[in-house]
């Protein structure tokens, strides 16, 4: 793979290309004059002074993703972001601008039929012809300036894929849209592409580990014994199905027992492992004690209160780590999502107006709030932001102005996670059958 110098690269190996075969075929004797290979800006080519010279200039007006190489190495993260699994290339084509100039009579029809001669018979950019290039002699090099002299490590002679030119053929519309946005009078020009270049980090990844043995060493003939086929439409692997929180809730709370549905979850030392990438939290969880019958299909863990001060409000990734019967390591299911949503531990409440008539009272709640989390509760259709927070900030106050005496429905919204007010156990409710989470103003 390439370096970021490997675009420069290109285009300094394509000039230096042109320059050599207009000197090979002696084009400054045939025209009378001096010629030059630029690689410009086509609104810089011409100077102020208007004196038009017979040169060749080599414009990169365009680059775009190479679509074949674009999903190679991918992903090159893990899913937290940041593990680096490994250095996806950066695949680029280049497209170019060839565009002569001269003020002599038929001098830029000439130049124009050499260069696009000398592009045709080099349709591969070689090795040797970039490192050349690159590389050139000591005595040479010792008087370019930094920029030129950097380009011979841009890796790009070394690359996997070699460097492809294809004419592009532009029609009148697309030329003229070019030529208008770059302020500049029009040329005799042709287009190419230059494809593919590989930028490539050098950064460390993850490396995968040696394959040391295939599965178990068979006693009697001491070899491994390889990929056992199982036939069948369910993996014979530990795997969650489903995650479901006491009256089928969506989201688990503080003290709940949650039920963990799957296959082949029965086995020895059963652990619920929860990770939360934001928080940077990697919790383990005993899980209970399996049921009499059933085990291969359920595991189940309660958040206890003791987990209100480590777990906060969040989407954490839950999987089951457990001994399968048989073997000797733990096996760890796929992860399923669960949402840890805030409970008010002091609801029902009842709530007496002050004189002024403003409602004034605190929402006690697990667990606790940890910084950078946005916090709303909701009482019916309106909205309130705390007056205060408690320390631990287990708790908010409220202050209501000019309530009205209602019986309101609280919700506790934490990050856009609510706490739940319905129970959706009794399935299909006939009419809605709502916690007992209100507030009482009188």
């Known amino acids: 793979m390439s370096t970021a110098l490997a675009i420069a690269g290109v285009t300094a190996v394509l000039r230096d290309l042109l320059n050599d075969g207009l000197i090979n075929r002696n084009i400054s004797?045939?025209?009378g004059?001096?010629?030059?290979?630029s690689v410009l800006a086509p609104d810089r080519v011409v100077p102020a002074s208007g004196n038009e010279s017979s040169q060749i200039n080599l414009?990169?007006?365009?680059?775009?993703?190479?679509?074949?190489?674009?999903?190679?190495?991918?992903?090159?993260?893990?899913?937290?972001?940041?593990?680096?699994?490994?250095?996806?290339?950066?695949?680029?084509?280049?497209h170019y601008l060839l565009s002569v100039y001269s003020n002599g009579d038929l001098h830029a029809e000439i130049l124009l039929g050499y260069a696009m001669q000398l592009l045709h018979e080099m349709p591969v950019l070689t090795r040797d012809s970039i490192h050349t290039a690159l590389n050139p002699s000591p005595d040479v090099g010792n008087v370019l300036p930094p920029a030129l002299r950097a380009l011979s490590d841009s890796g790009l002679e070394d690359q996997i894929e070699l460097i492809k030119l294809t004419p592009q053929y532009l029609n009148t519309e697309e030329m003229s849209k070019l030529w208008t946005a770059m302020q500049s009078h029009f040329r005799p020009t042709a287009a190419y592409t230059?494809?593919?270049?590989?930028?490539?980090?050098?950064?460390p990844a993850r490396s995968p580990l040696p394959v040391l043995s295939r599965g178990k060493v068979d006693p009697v003939t001491l070899r491994?014994?390889?990929?056992?086929?199982?036939?069948?439409?369910?993996?014979?692997?530990?795997?969650?199905?489903?995650?479901?929180?006491?009256?089928?809730?969506?989201?688990?709370?503080?003290?709940?027992?949650?039920?963990?549905?799957?296959?082949?979850?029965?086995?020895?030392?059963?652990?619920?492992?929860?990770?939360?990438?934001?928080?940077?939290?990697?919790?383990?969880?005993?899980?209970?004690?399996?049921?009499?019958n059933g085990a291969d299909a359920l595991v189940q863990f309660k958040l206890d209160a003791s987990l209100a001060a480590t777990l906060p409000v969040s989407p954490y990734g839950v999987t089951v780590r457990v001994v399968r019967p048989g073997e000797t390591d733990a096996?760890?299911?796929?992860?399923?999502?669960?949402?840890?949503?805030?409970?008010?531990?002091?609801?029902?409440?009842?709530?007496t107006r002050d004189g002024s008539g403003a409602a004034n009272f605190t929402i006690e709640f697990l667990p606790a709030l940890r910084d950078g989390q946005t916090v709303v509760l909701a009482l019916g259709q309106q909205e309130y932001l705390p007056k205060s927070t408690g320390s631990p900030p287990t708790s908010l106050a409220f202050a209501i102005p000019g309530a009205a005496a209602a019986s309101l429905l609280a919700r506790l919204r934490v990050d856009g996670i609510e706490s739940p007010i319905i129970d959706l156990s009794k399935q299909p409710p006939a009419t809605p059958t709502f916690l007992n989470q209100r507030l009482v103003i009188s």
């Open 33 to 37: 004059s001096s010629v030059t290979v």
């Open 331 to 351: 096996r760890e299911t796929n992860r399923l999502t669960m949402v840890l949503a805030p409970q008010m531990t002091n609801l029902p409440l009842n709530v």
């Open 224 to 292: 491994d014994r390889g990929v056992v086929v199982n036939p069948g439409l369910v993996p014979p692997a530990p795997m969650l199905t489903a995650i479901v929180p006491p009256l089928h809730q969506p989201v688990a709370r503080v003290t709940d027992t949650i039920d963990l549905q799957g296959h082949d979850l029965d086995g020895t030392n059963r652990e619920v492992r929860l990770v939360n990438d934001r928080f940077k939290i990697d919790t383990v969880i005993p899980a209970l004690a399996p049921p009499a």
């Open 29 to 31: 004797g045939v025209l």
């Open 59 to 94: 414009f990169l007006y365009l680059v775009t993703p190479n679509a074949g190489w674009r999903n190679e190495g991918l992903p090159s993260r893990d899913t937290t972001g940041r593990l680096r699994l490994a250095n996806a290339p950066l695949a680029l084509d280049l």
């Open 194 to 203: 230059a494809s593919v270049v590989l930028i490539q980090s050098e950064q």
